[in-house]
């Protein structure tokens, strides 16, 4: 059964500093890692998305990597704002399952 | 891009009635859409797999005649609590994944989600 773990729970840090976020998932059949940013009571946006046979996604401040042989993600925020604050999901869509399985989240505060 | 409508966007009932979620999927025909269940500072839990034309696949410990889904037409899917209880309050969320992209290519495309609070 595919898990996928997130580590920090939350993090809190100042305006204009560098940051990482980290996902994790025990099976590596998946076809691709993807990382969303849910704001409070609301749905999800995507951010980026990577697949499987890919290492790395950008989008402007945002760099997602992906290390399926470790079963590991990585998300990076270049030059945090407080409009970065919000909740980070990742998941990972499962092989033959087709299906999404979510990381309980890493709930991120930039204070100004 | 691809826009996902979801209503109501918050829901208060007394114990006991049923509530119907509706998800829509805006300027493409979506033949799968998902939903999720989402409980205070939890991850989406997938409920069920809702498939135009044919019945939904549920997941395991999630009760069929609970929470029926319904997705009659390409564009809209819709979840019924029935005989809702306290317990059942949370956050409901859909998505919709677009079936001219390949499987694994796409991104699934999210409601804005239903809160749903019973008292």
């Known amino acids: 059964k595919q898990e996928v773990t997130q580590i920090p729970a939350a993090l809190s840090v100042p305006e204009g500093e560098n940051l990482v976020l980290n996902c994790s998932f025990t099976?590596?059949?998946?076809?691709?890692l993807q990382w969303f940013r849910q704001d409070p009571g609301k749905g999800l946006t995507s951010l980026l998305l990577i697949q499987s046979s890919q290492r790395e996604q950008t989008s402007g401040r945002l760099n997602a990597s992906l290390d399926k042989s470790s079963g590991r993600s990585t998300l990076y925020i270049a030059a945090s704002q407080p409009g970065d604050s919000a909740t980070y999901l990742c998941a990972a869509l499962i092989q033959g399952a087709q299906k999404l399985v979510f990381g309980q989240g890493t709930r991120l505060t930039i204070n100004p | 891009g691809a826009v996902v409508s979801q209503h109501p966007s918050r829901v208060i009932c007394k114990s006991g009635t049923s509530v119907k979620i509706e998800c829509r999927s805006l300027?493409?025909?979506?033949?799968?859409m998902f939903w999720y269940r989402q409980f205070p500072k939890q991850s989406l839990m997938l409920m069920a797999t809702s498939n135009e034309g044919s019945k939904a696949t549920y997941e395991q410990g999630v009760e069929k005649d609970k929470f029926l889904i319904n997705h009659a037409s390409l564009t809209l899917s819709t979840l019924t609590v029935t005989s809702a209880h306290p317990e059942d309050s949370s956050f409901y969320i859909c998505?919709?994944?677009?079936?001219?992209?390949?499987?694994?290519?796409?991104?699934?495309?999210f409601g804005s989600g239903t809160q749903l609070s019973v008292l």
């Open positions: 300027d493409f025909q979506a033949t799968t």
């Open positions: 099976d590596s059949a998946i076809y691709n």
């Open positions: 998505s919709a994944r677009d079936p001219g992209q390949r499987w694994g290519n796409e991104k699934l495309f």
